[in-house]
Every structure is written in structure tokens, then in C-alpha cells.
């Protein structure tokens, strides 16, 4: 798939336009691009890291089945670099998406820089609730 066929789902945009790059970003997050993607993202990390990836929020461990992956930009969706996905479980993941939704001064400033400094929020102030306890064992995914 070329880059420019997946339009920026935070581009500026008036009523009439939403709705189809929305559909267009889902789409593409359903596409074997994408699965193709997170393979080679996966293979990238481990080489980098030498360890297998984990939530980088909560330290949950990271699975290309369960896994999510956020784009800390959006600027080379369809061509991302590994450094533009950043492994979160799916609960950070929502968490984070709350948190920039939520709050205008992060849906104003650079996206990257959003993301780094929900994340190192999240992990100052972890959930409390006992079915979210981390340090429990990973139910396996569905
Ligand atoms: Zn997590």
C-alpha cells in the first residue's frame, strides 16, 4: 500500500471529511499491511532490544496477537518506522487515547512528545483496581 493512500486521521478536517478517513484508518488497521507491519515491528524490536517487547506503560508482556501498537505520529502512517510504534497493552492504550482526547493542550502539541509524557504519567500513577493488577498473571487472549 502507498503511504499517501492512508490519509492522517488528526488532519485538519471539516464535517464533510471525517467520517471517510476515519473509515480509511480503520481500514488500513485491518489490513495485511498493517498485520504486515506489526511482524516486522516485532522482528525490529527484538533485534534492537534482545528482549521480547512489553506495555511500555504497565510492563505487561507484549504479543503480536494482543498487542497494540500507538502511533507516537502520524506523519509516515503506511511507511512507519519502528520508532513510530510504541508497544502499549490495550488498556494503556485506551488510557492514553482517553488522556489525549480529554485534555486540548495535548491534542494541540506535538504528538510524540503527547505520547511520551501520558506514558510516563500513566506509569507515575498506575490503576489501582485489583482486575488490573499487573503483577498478576496475563489471562491468555481471547
Ligand atoms: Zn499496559
Known amino acids: 500500500m502507498r503511504a ?3 490519509p492522517d486521521p488528526t488532519a485538519r478536517r471539516t464535517r464533510r471529511t471525517r467520517r471517510p478517513r476515519r473509515a480509511a484508518y480503520d481500514a488500513y ?9 506489526r511482524k516486522q515491528w516485532y522482528a525490529a524490536w527484538l533485534t534492537a532490544a534482545g528482549v521480547e517487547p512489553a506495555c511500555l506503560v504497565c510492563g505487561r508482556r507484549w ?8 502511533h507516537a505520529t502520524y506523519a509516515r502512517l503506511g511507511i512507519e518506522p519502528v520508532e513510530d510504534l510504541v508497544p502499549l497493552c490495550r488498556r494503556d492504550h ?10 486540548p493542550t495535548w491534542r ?7 505520547t511520551a509524557a501520558i506514558i510516563a504519567s500513566l506509569r ?3 490503576d489501582a483496581r485489583a482486575d488490573d493488577n499487573p ?7 481471547p
Open 124 to 126: 507515575q500513577a498506575p
Open 4 to 6: 499517501s493512500s492512508v
Open 94 to 103: 485506551q488510557r492514553l487515547h482517553a488522556l489525549i482526547d480529554a485534555h
Open 135 to 141: 503483577t498478576r498473571p496475563q489471562s491468555p487472549a
Open 63 to 70: 504479543t503480536l496477537k494482543a498487542g497494540h501498537l500507538h
Open 108 to 114: 494541540r502539541s506535538d504528538r510524540r512528545t503527547a
Open 29 to 37: 488497521l485491518n489490513s495485511r499491511t498493517w498485520s504486515d507491519k
